[in-house]
């Protein structure tokens, strides 16, 4: 079987399995990472969102064999470190706004909101109503409300 080498939140990690096998299954099944959920596989629910190079991917739909040994893979376990605290900024916001329901979908909406968060201060400016409807991960309990609140409040946070 084939090596795959990739960083995974901040280290550089070897697993044995065939290149087709998406990022999400070795991530969940071979390396034990399981906060990016599994929701649909086919990138529509975006439960497994995650960073690749601080940018939001899903896992679900890349194959492990795309990765570069040189490639970051963050997941929510590894947010925090990321900002050096034992809770990324983001984090604590869904928190104080209370946000989780029944929770499964959250570590993708928290890692898609940082990365929202990182683009629009690269290109210097706030998030906009417009920004958030972008957001394509789906809460099946519907706290969108709570979602675009703590959205906010981390925004102000980071």
Same mark, same amino acid.
């Given at each position: $079987?084939? /090596? ?28 034990? *990472?399981?906060?990016? /959920?599994?929701?649909?596989?086919? @990138?529509?629910? /975006? ?5 690749? @190079?601080?940018?939001?991917?899903? !896992? ?28 990324? !900024?983001?984090?604590? =916001? ?6 989780? &329901?029944?929770? +499964? ?5 928290? $890692?898609?909101?940082?990365?929202? *968060? %990182? /683009? ?9 109503? =417009? ?8 809460? %099946?309990?519907?706290? +969108?409300?709570?979602?675009?609140? =703590?959205? =906010? &409040?981390?925004?102000?946070? $980071?």
């Amino acid at each position: $079987m084939p /090596k795959q080498t990739f960083v995974l939140n901040g280290r550089t990690v070897t697993v044995d399995v065939h290149p087709d096998v998406r990022v999400l299954w070795v991530l969940r099944d071979l390396l034990g *990472v399981t906060g990016p /959920k599994y929701g649909c596989g086919i @990138n529509v629910c /975006k439960a497994c969102t995650s960073h690749i @190079n601080g940018r939001a991917f899903n !896992p679900c739909s890349v194959r492990v064999g795309d990765l570069e040994a040189t490639d970051e893979v963050t997941t929510i376990e590894g947010l925090p470190d990321t900002v050096g605290a034992d809770l990324h !900024p983001m984090q604590q =916001a869904w928190l104080d706004r209370d946000v989780a &329901q029944c929770g +499964y979908c959250q570590p993708g909406q928290i $890692m898609a909101a940082v990365a929202l *968060v %990182r /683009k629009v201060r690269r290109e210097g400016r706030s998030i906009t109503d =417009a920004d958030l409807d972008g957001i394509r991960n789906i809460c %099946r309990c519907g706290t +969108y409300t709570r979602i675009r609140e =703590a959205i =906010a &409040q981390g925004e102000r946070s $980071m």
